[in-house]
């Protein structure tokens, strides 16, 4: 018998609890939603030390151009070029 009071009890307190109020968005949120309707993506990759800005730079003009995309890579012992599909 306890527990079904106590099941009458919770389910009271569901009812009579407050309205609640929307949260407010934050800032970081609101840009997130604005990138996502704008059709990007946000990931989270793991890259070596020494090529970082170049990956930054590489999407930031990916983002900004939405004719480029990354198609090579440059060997730094040879000065060789390489595609990403090969």
């Known amino acids: 018998m306890r527990?079904?009071?106590?099941?009458e009890l919770n389910f009271e307190n569901q009812i009579?609890?407050?309205?609640t109020v929307p949260k407010k968005i934050?800032?970081?949120a609101k840009y997130?939603?604005?990138?996502r309707r704008n059709n990007f993506s946000k990931i989270t990759i793991w890259v070596p030390n020494h090529c970082q800005d170049d990956f930054k730079l590489m999407a930031t003009?990916?983002?900004e151009d939405k004719d480029l995309?990354?198609?090579?890579m440059r060997s730094i012992k040879t000065g060789r070029m390489k595609g990403i599909n090969q």
């Open 3 to 7: 527990e079904e009071e106590q099941l």
């Open 16 to 19: 009579v609890s407050p309205v």
């Open 26 to 28: 934050s800032r970081n």
């Open 32 to 35: 997130e939603q604005e990138m």
């Open 61 to 63: 003009l990916c983002r």
């Open 69 to 72: 995309v990354p198609c090579t």
